[in-house]
């Protein structure tokens, strides 16, 4: 009888355990991200009251005869099956499709994962969850390796004037945004004659200036990156497009001199950036993530600020700052961004794991690797291992409350019928007892 009571002690530890994991369970039923847990049991060592025996020529085979000593928890498993999504229309707010993890980064720069996708941009421009802990990201789409870089965008663009260094001999595409330039021609029209300018595509701003300069009656000079030209009779200059839409593409300004002398003006410090003014910045607007991860930042004038893959290297990303039609590479002298962190990644960093369960919950929606996770596979959200993410929305929580229901119910059935074991066991060895004095 003595052992009944220990086997049934066993039993209701094991209901409390199942019911611990329910209450769990249903406590974070609207838990961003949050993972269900089951409990598998298992019996525990048996005493073996005689190891049986075969059949013999005069007797039949015995069979062992043991008995039990209770049950265990054998293992508590997170099932990471998808939670449904949640619609935010929050474009920061980020739900996987398919497998994978968020890489992200605690206050101890600590490298955890997540599936808990509700972000915001903080005041720094970090990508961060509401403990703070900040998205990590990529510039290498298929690296295995992880990144300790966290994803911050310039919270502050203004824009500002070509460096004066060198300016003449960039090339128009360069100057563009590597927006090709189609060679071609430009009317340039003084009075009544009208001259065909030749325009290469690899035309440098000082190859305009010289081929504007050939022009009978027509001084162009180049100041600051702005080609200005002028008649020398004082007429009207127009420019305008040829057999080339040279002039559309790179845009251009009337500069009315106070003298009346007309003049045309290619101002190409309204193309390309380089650098930052914090006191006339223009500041974030809209944080798009496309499917691929990929985030997209829109600012106060229209400006976005993205990343394309590299055209010599497609495993890598460069990053280009554009104004809706020419866009510039953040690379070099097109574009130096001072006064705030220059983007070093804007592409989410994923994870994997060959074992999935074997993470180690470390609260707050987030895991670390453990002994049996296998090491993290990294990748870019568009791999297939990885998943897509969705943006606009999270994931909710996966707990199926049906069935946390039904096993609430068998928990106090077996914590019940364990109860009622360990109380006849009880009252036996009472009894017993008595008759015994």
Same mark, same amino acid.
């Given at each position: 009888?003595?052992?009944?009571?220990?086997?049934?002690?066993?039993?209701?530890?094991?209901?409390?355990?199942?019911?611990?994991?329910?209450?769990?369970?249903?406590?974070?039923?609207?838990?961003?991200?949050?993972?269900?847990?089951?409990?598998?049991?298992?019996?525990?060592?048996?005493?073996?009251?005689?190891?049986?025996?075969?059949?013999?020529?005069?007797?039949?085979?015995?069979?062992?005869?043991?008995?039990?000593?209770?049950?265990?928890?054998?293992?508590?498993?997170?099932?990471?099956?998808?939670?449904?999504? #949640? =619609?935010?229309?929050?474009? @920061?707010?980020?739900?996987?499709? $398919? +497998?994978?993890?968020?890489? %992200?980064?605690?206050?101890? &720069?600590?490298?955890?994962?997540?599936?808990?996708?509700?972000?915001?941009?903080?005041?720094?421009?970090?990508?961060?969850?509401?403990?703070?802990?900040?998205?990590?990201?990529?510039?290498?789409?298929?690296?295995?390796?992880?990144?300790?870089?966290?994803?911050?965008?310039?919270?502050?663009?203004?824009?500002?004037?070509?460096?004066?260094?060198?300016?003449?001999?960039?090339?128009?595409?360069?100057?563009?945004?590597? #927006? =090709?330039?189609?060679?071609? @021609?430009?009317?340039?029209?003084? $009075? +009544?004659?009208?001259?065909? %300018?030749?325009?290469?595509? &690899?035309?440098?701003?000082?190859?305009?200036?010289?081929?504007?300069?050939?022009?009978?009656?027509?001084?162009?000079?180049?100041?600051?990156?702005?080609?200005?030209?002028?008649?020398?009779?004082?007429?009207?200059?127009?420019?305008?497009?040829?057999?080339?839409?040279?002039?559309?593409?790179?845009?251009?300004?009337?500069?009315?001199?106070?003298?009346?002398?007309?003049?045309?003006?290619?101002?190409?410090?309204?193309? #390309?950036?380089?650098?930052?003014?914090?006191?006339?910045?223009?500041?974030?607007?809209?944080?798009?993530?496309?499917?691929?991860?990929?985030?997209?930042?829109?600012?106060?004038?229209?400006?976005?600020?993205?990343?394309?893959?590299?055209?010599?290297?497609?495993?890598?990303?460069?990053?280009?700052?554009?104004?809706?039609?020419?866009?510039?590479?953040?690379?070099?002298?097109?574009?130096?961004?001072?006064?705030?962190?220059?983007?070093?990644?804007?592409?989410?960093?994923?994870?994997?794991?060959?074992?999935?369960?074997?993470?180690?919950?470390?609260?707050?929606?987030?895991?670390?690797?453990?002994?049996?996770?296998?090491?993290?596979?990294?990748?870019?959200?568009?791999?297939?291992?990885?998943?897509?993410?969705?943006?606009?929305?999270?994931?909710?929580?996966?707990?199926?409350?049906?069935?946390?229901?039904?096993?609430?119910?068998?928990?106090?059935?077996?914590?019940?019928?364990?109860?009622?074991?360990?109380?006849?066991?009880?009252?036996?060895?009472?009894?017993?007892?008595?008759?015994?004095?």
């Amino acid at each position: 009888m003595t052992q009944a009571l220990y086997t049934s002690q066993t039993g209701m530890n094991g209901a409390q355990t199942k019911l611990n994991v329910v209450a769990d369970n249903i406590a974070n039923m609207n838990t961003v991200g949050f993972k269900q847990s089951r409990v598998n049991f298992a019996d525990i060592y048996y005493n073996t009251l005689s190891s049986g025996s075969a059949p013999s020529s005069n007797l039949g085979g015995i069979n062992p005869r043991q008995i039990g000593t209770g049950v265990r928890a054998a293992e508590i498993i997170r099932d990471f099956t998808g939670g449904s999504s #949640v =619609a935010t229309g929050i474009s @920061t707010n980020l739900a996987i499709k $398919g +497998n994978g993890f968020f890489t %992200v980064q605690n206050g101890n &720069n600590e490298l955890l994962y997540t599936r808990a996708g509700n972000f915001s941009v903080d005041a720094e421009g970090y990508l961060v969850l509401p403990n703070g802990y900040k998205a990590l990201g990529t510039e290498d789409q298929r690296s295995s390796t992880g990144s300790q870089t966290p994803i911050q965008i310039p919270v502050m663009i203004q824009t500002q004037t070509i460096p004066n260094a060198g300016a003449g001999d960039k090339t128009l595409s360069e100057l563009n945004g590597n #927006v =090709a330039i189609t060679s071609g @021609t430009i009317e340039v029209v003084v $009075g +009544n004659q009208t001259t065909q %300018v030749t325009i290469d595509a &690899n035309a440098t701003l000082n190859d305009v200036v010289a081929a504007l300069n050939g022009v009978n009656g027509v001084t162009a000079t180049l100041t600051d990156g702005q080609i200005d030209v002028r008649a020398d009779d004082g007429s009207k200059v127009v420019l305008n497009n040829g057999t080339s839409n040279f002039v559309t593409q790179t845009g251009l300004t009337w500069n009315d001199a106070t003298n009346s002398v007309e003049s045309k003006t290619l101002d190409y410090q309204q193309i #390309v950036r380089t650098g930052t003014d914090v006191a006339n910045s223009q500041k974030v607007t809209a944080v798009d993530i496309h499917e691929d991860g990929i985030l997209e930042v829109t600012y106060a004038n229209g400006d976005k600020l993205t990343a394309i893959a590299n055209p010599e290297d497609e495993t890598k990303l460069i990053f280009r700052y554009t104004t809706g039609s020419p866009a510039v590479n953040i690379t070099g002298d097109d574009l130096d961004i001072t006064g705030v962190a220059e983007p070093a990644n804007f592409q989410l960093q994923m994870a994997n794991f060959v074992n999935p369960d074997g993470l180690v919950a470390v609260g707050s929606n987030a895991y670390k690797e453990g002994p049996n996770s296998g090491s993290a596979l990294y990748g870019s959200v568009s791999a297939g291992a990885f998943g897509t993410v969705n943006s606009g929305e999270y994931e909710g929580s996966n707990v199926d409350l049906a069935e946390q229901f039904a096993d609430m119910i068998i928990s106090q059935r077996m914590l019940e019928a364990n109860s009622r074991v360990f109380n006849t066991a009880s009252n036996i060895l009472q009894t017993i007892s008595y008759l015994g004095q």
